[in-house]
């Protein structure tokens, strides 16, 4: 038979795929690990792939590269998509579907099958790295094609005797290593905020609690003092952090497809670890660098979004933002509480906050009162001239 890779996640989609596809194909499920999957579901989802048909089941463990190819830079260029959201599932996408054709590859598979349907952002991800790594690939994708709906899929399942429980919960969630993203009734609304219930992580400290970042060129290398990869010390600060119900929010952003979508999500150890580094930034930058970063990171994140991923653009901004991190190292502490952080200070070898020039608004000791005043004389002439013109 034709072999087949199916992005395989375990729920109603893609069940639906892999016992329909299996009529047709050699289907070879393949789950891609970018964070958040625990030995238990791993093991409990590769059972249910062998129920659906399927002649093989692999998992893959992304999550180091997934820092390495995607996390690394969002951190470096503080990204928050529409000053909120970290790009938690968006990025994990990318990933993933380059994982999954590199296994097609590999085994020689003539199809690769996703569950997107048409309406989402997902289905635009994946194609179009499919397309781009290997269009000799033929993409294959039932829910899109067929426009079928939860009941059509439960019911064809049950014909075909998968009689399992697809009741649809209450709230969607998606895990992964830079956040989880929540979605339910609410936020298919405009006005409506997400129950304390929703959140997966719920509330179990209430004492502040200080806890030491250790960057090294702009890279999260210790969790109070005990230094490990950075991906594990992601993992290690959401712990922490998660508990007190930090990193809640809701995006509200564009589509690909060009429609409005809203979304829950908590990302505790994204955000912290972003406005972390960037107060580190504000120390150990110039003013231009931190000008030019800004924006060239805004345009990294759309991109990175809008599965441009490929682009060699991509891999330029990649290295400006690698270049500027070459002074981001020292400690920030951060002060944990109920559902926010603060930022408490830096340490930093790097720290241009030198007392030899002076001190902002107090004294200066690098320049006169006359350099002073001929500084500013020069640095208005453009306003005066054009005051003078135009008045």
Request: hydrophobic residues 35%; glycine residues 8%.
């Amino acid at each position: 038979m034709k072999k087949l890779v199916i992005a395989y996640s375990g729920g109603l989609d893609t069940s639906y795929c892999a016992v329909s596809l299996s009529k047709e194909f050699e289907v070879h499920a393949v789950s891609v690990n970018t964070g958040g999957f625990t030995k238990d579901e791993i093991n409990h989802i590769e059972s249910n792939a062998y129920k659906m048909g399927v002649a093989t089941y692999k998992n893959i463990d992304a999550v180091a590269t997934f820092y390495q190819k995607v996390v690394k830079y969002l951190i470096f260029g503080n990204v928050l998509k529409n000053n909120t959201y970290p790009l938690s599932v968006s990025a994990e996408r990318i990933i993933q579907a380059i994982e999954i054709v590199e296994y097609a590859k590999s085994i020689g598979a003539g199809y690769i099958a996703h569950g997107s349907t048409g309406a989402g952002n997902d289905q635009v991800r994946f194609d179009m790295i499919f397309q781009t790594l290997a269009p000799e690939i033929e993409i294959i994708t039932p829910i899109r094609d067929e426009q079928l709906t939860r009941q059509q899929e439960i019911d064809y399942l049950k014909a075909n005797g998968i009689d399992m429980s697809w009741e649809k919960a209450k709230y969607s969630i998606n895990k992964g290593l830079w956040g989880t993203s929540v979605g339910g009734a609410e936020t298919l609304t405009s006005d409506q905020p997400l129950p304390e219930h929703a959140y997966p992580s719920q509330v179990k400290h209430s004492e502040p609690e200080k806890v030491k970042l250790t960057f090294e060129k702009g890279e999260l290398v210790a969790v109070n003092g005990v230094e490990n990869a950075p991906e594990i010390n992601i993992e290690v600060l959401n712990n922490l952090a998660s508990a007190y119900g930090i990193g809640r929010d809701i995006h509200v952003g564009d589509t690909i497809v060009g429609i409005k979508g809203r979304v829950g999500f908590e990302a505790a150890a994204a955000l912290i670890t972003i406005k972390a580094h960037h107060l580190l930034e504000k120390h150990t930058l110039t003013k231009w660098q931190l000008q030019h970063k800004e924006y060239l990171s805004s345009f990294y994140g759309m991109h990175l979004h809008e599965g441009q991923y490929l682009d060699p653009v991509m891999r330029d901004i990649e290295a400006f933002l690698t270049s500027s991190q070459d002074k981001v190292s020292g400690n920030v502490v951060v002060t944990l509480l109920p559902y926010h952080f603060s930022l408490d200070g830096i340490s930093s070898e790097h720290d241009l906050m030198s007392a030899k020039f002076g001190s902002y608004g107090e004294e200066n000791k690098g320049w006169t009162a006359d350099d002073a005043k001929g500084f500013i004389k020069i640095l208005g002439n453009q306003n005066k001239i054009y005051q003078h013109v135009n008045s």
